[in-house]
């Protein structure tokens, strides 16, 4: 047999340092192993590839009106009924008008929501308006029923039953 001529001494510190560095690799799996984990069972994502994506396709909704351009709409005389979306009541509100709907003879309604940023300048709850000239005399409260004819408002209603009345509920 021959005798290793070089023996190896280890010394101390240099044990240290493999137990370090085995700690990190340990740690470094375990957190990959979490993170695959996680992509897998949790966000269940791990499988989907980028072709995957849903993309939901933007709608224009014609019945929708914003009050700077309630005015012109293309038929002669509609109306325009100006709500909150986030009322108790809205759900209501949008029956009346899918009651009115169905009548031979109904003239189209636009909705105006009076909680839509661009309409802000022209709502004021406690100072509504009666009847305007401009745009810019325009106060809307709660709700309101506005019939145009020809670009001009030819009715102005505040009141539910007299809504209700004008749409023959």
Not at 3 to 17: C, L
Not at 57 to 63: A, F, Q, T
């Amino acid at each position: 047999m021959k005798k290793n001529k070089t023996q190896k001494y280890v010394t101390e510190e240099q044990m240290e340092i493999k137990k370090f560095i085995f700690v990190l690799l340990g740690l470094l799996i375990l957190l990959v192993g979490v993170y695959f984990f996680t992509r897998a069972f949790v966000t269940k994502d791990l499988h989907k590839s980028t072709n995957d994506v849903e993309y939901t396709e933007g709608k224009v909704s014609y019945d929708v009106v914003v009050a700077g351009t309630m005015l012109n709409r293309p038929e002669s005389e509609y109306y325009v009924y100006a709500f909150s979306n986030e009322n108790t009541k809205a759900i209501y509100y949008n029956t009346l008008v899918s009651k009115y709907s169905t009548n031979e003879k109904a003239l189209q309604v636009y909705y105006l929501d009076i909680d839509n940023a661009l309409n802000k300048d022209y709502v004021d709850k406690e100072n509504t308006s009666q009847s305007f000239t401009t745009i810019d005399d325009l106060k809307l409260g709660d709700v309101t029923l506005i019939k145009v004819k020809d670009g001009k408002v030819t009715k102005y209603i505040t009141n539910e039953e007299e809504i209700k009345k004008e749409f023959g509920i």
